[in-house]
């Protein structure tokens, strides 16, 4: 598989270059066009309860779609919900990745996903305490909500991030999720929740802008029925 990404860094398209007869999984619901011929099937991965780990714990959709080029090849077109930026991780078969919330949007059939638990206080951040790992090899395509920038960490080096503004992370990192003020009061006087420590060596993929706080605007401003 072959990826092309264009309308970068607002409004990212990925194009999955398909060689004859090969698959790509892709996140359900992400799919914007196809060559013709192109064929999909969608199913829950690993059977239904990995299907609903994946849906109720991770926050990604039940079932995956899998496309599959004809005999003469194809390509498929993917694009996140929100707007934004989307980056391609080419993995190698020695080094995983954890991808947060909402983050998954295609991989390449050498991939294998799975829900993992990201830690019982990461629960309270309103990212979901479960994220999805990701092993083997070929390309892991992550979107994010606005521009992403990569944070590389240094042995030893430190870096304290918003839970809401991490999108993934590579598994040679070590982290731990805490509340960056110590006290309700003092969080609520900050507007900040919890926070990841990472210490590298590694990469961290960031979003610049955080879908939490899309939603906790949003809501106010619905009108409400009496």
Known sequence: MQVQIRHQPSFAVARLLLAPG???????GAMLATSYGVHVQSQSQGGVMK????????????????????????????????????????????????VTRGC???SAHGVQTETRWGGFKNLFGGEGGFLTHATGQGQLLVA???????????????VTIDTGHVVAFADSTQYQVRK??????????????????????????????????????IVPQIPSRR
């Open 22 to 28: 090969e698959p790509a999984q892709v996140e359900s």
């Open 144 to 158: 994010c909500y606005g521009a992403l920038e990569t944070v590389t960490l240094q042995q030893g080096e430190m």
């Open 104 to 106: 998954w949007l295609a």
């Open 51 to 98: 299907g609903l780990s994946r849906a109720f714990l991770a926050g990604e959709s039940f079932f995956i779609s899998t496309f599959t080029a004809p005999q003469n090849g194809g390509w498929v077109d993917v694009a996140a919900n929100l707007p934004g930026d989307v980056q391609v991780i080419n993995m190698d078969g020695r080094v995983g990745w954890c």
């Open 180 to 217: 960056v003020s110590e006290g309700m009061i003092q969080s609520m006087k900050s507007g900040e929740g919890l926070v990841f420590d990472f210490a590298g060596p590694g990469q961290v993929l960031t979003q610049t802008r955080n879908p939490a706080a899309l939603i906790a605007w």
